[in-house]
């Protein structure tokens, strides 16, 4: 079952190269390239009715925890790729404090169980609230983001897309993460075909990104296992870790505190890494570790210097980082180096250092990585 792993968690972390696979199978259109962008082919395949994604004018999305995060990627995405205004709330906040109604808006609701009793009543609200207008423009149009299509979330709303991550033992969110992410990929290019916001040698171009994904994933895990358990053993003690990361990395900054506070039970923030030098910076001397995500793109060089802003705090710098890159290697004290990519895919490889800092480091304090106290895979009340 475990396959020779210590835990499922570590086991799920593994299978992401193979989900982030299957997901390129499954949706992208192989026999799309640039040159077909003439003809009827849509480079993406999510078999959704095409009214429901024709004439938006803004998105909303719901989700809890992990999800939410993937959420927040899927936000950038959108607003980058197909232009179109994306609004990310918290099930729990949104089903008691819903935003005035927006015409000619979709409501995704993200669940990797499909069973969490805050998103699926956030949606039901929405839903229902949305249905009794009168003016079609208000219309419910709902898509669910799922990694268990026979679960209660199919039952509330009409569409959703498999993430196929394959079932998830670990209450740590890893594989379901990346296949969340994943589907945002090919809902904001859809989006942006048919839309008309990308050249198809850009679509061309971010579908080569991906293909290249699950070899990059691989290598991340081949080439740094060994020296993150070591890193866990250095830091396995220490109370409080910052994450920083900016634009699209932001959730990522979040996400990786998440895992850290979730299994290790280690205080963890994650924060914008501009929004640092208003409270957080007073947190910072040589007893907290800052995890910096740095990856190549339109806010590289703004993470670099929040970095060192840090580091004459006499933080402790760790960067995800892009391999072989010299200002990185002079900034951090301690680098992740990954693969470069398009910015907009660095979320994935990004986020694979700090599954397995979270891992070892929860191992290494003898915890119980797959069942953390006080929680559950799903949470199903309220
Ligand atoms: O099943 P869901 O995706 O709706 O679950 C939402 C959260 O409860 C979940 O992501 C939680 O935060 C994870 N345990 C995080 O690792």
């Not at 220490?238 to 959730?251: A, S």
């Not at 993470?303 to 892009?322: C, M, T, Y």
């Amino acid at each position: 079952e475990k396959q020779g792993f210590k835990h499922f968690m570590l086991k799920e972390i593994y299978e992401q190269p193979g989900v982030v696979r299957t997901a390129l199978e499954t949706y992208i259109n192989s026999a799309w390239t640039a040159d077909s962008a003439n003809t009827p082919l849509s480079p993406i395949s999510l078999g959704l009715p095409a009214d429901l994604l024709s004439g938006l004018e803004h998105l909303q999305i719901v989700a809890c925890g992990t999800s939410w995060h993937a959420a927040l990627v899927g936000k950038y995405l959108i607003e980058e790729l197909a232009n179109l205004p994306v609004m990310v709330q918290y099930a729990s906040e949104f089903r008691y404090s819903p935003t005035p109604l927006i015409p000619n808006t979709l409501t995704i609701g993200v669940t990797q169980s499909g069973e969490t009793a805050d998103t699926l009543a956030a949606l039901e609200m929405e839903q229902d609230r949305r249905a009794a207008h009168p003016d079609p423009r208000f219309a419910p149009r709902m898509l669910g983001i799922t990694n268990r299509p026979e679960s209660s979330l199919s039952r509330l709303i009409p569409h959703v897309i498999d993430t196929h991550a394959g079932i998830e033992i670990g209450v740590a969110a890893t594989k379901t993460f990346t296949a969340q992410v994943m589907a945002f990929y090919f809902l904001a290019i859809d989006l942006a075909y048919r839309r008309q916001t990308l050249t198809s040698d850009r679509i061309e171009a971010i579908l080569n990104g991906l293909h290249q994904l699950p070899a990059f994933i691989e290598q991340v895990l081949e080439s740094q296992e060994r020296y993150i358990e070591e890193l866990a053993h250095e830091f396995n003690e220490t109370q409080d870790f910052i994450f920083l990361g900016r634009g699209i990395n932001f959730p990522i900054a979040l996400e990786g505190a998440l895992k850290l506070k979730e299994i290790s039970y280690i205080h963890a923030e994650g924060y914008p890494a501009g929004e640092m030098k208003h409270g957080p910076i007073a947190l910072l001397d040589a007893k907290v570790p800052v995890v910096a995500i740095a990856m190549p793109g339109s806010v590289y060089d703004k993470v670099l210097s929040n970095a060192q802003e840090a580091k004459a705090r006499d933080a402790q710098l760790i960067g995800v980082v892009p391999m072989n890159d010299t200002d990185a290697q002079e900034t951090f004290d301690r680098l992740l180096p990954v693969p470069v990519v398009d910015e907009l895919l660095s979320p994935i490889v990004a986020v694979i250092p700090l599954q397995l800092l979270a891992y070892h480091i929860a191992a290494r304090r003898g915890l119980d990585v797959d069942q953390p106290r006080n929680l559950a895979k799903s949470v199903t009340v309220e």
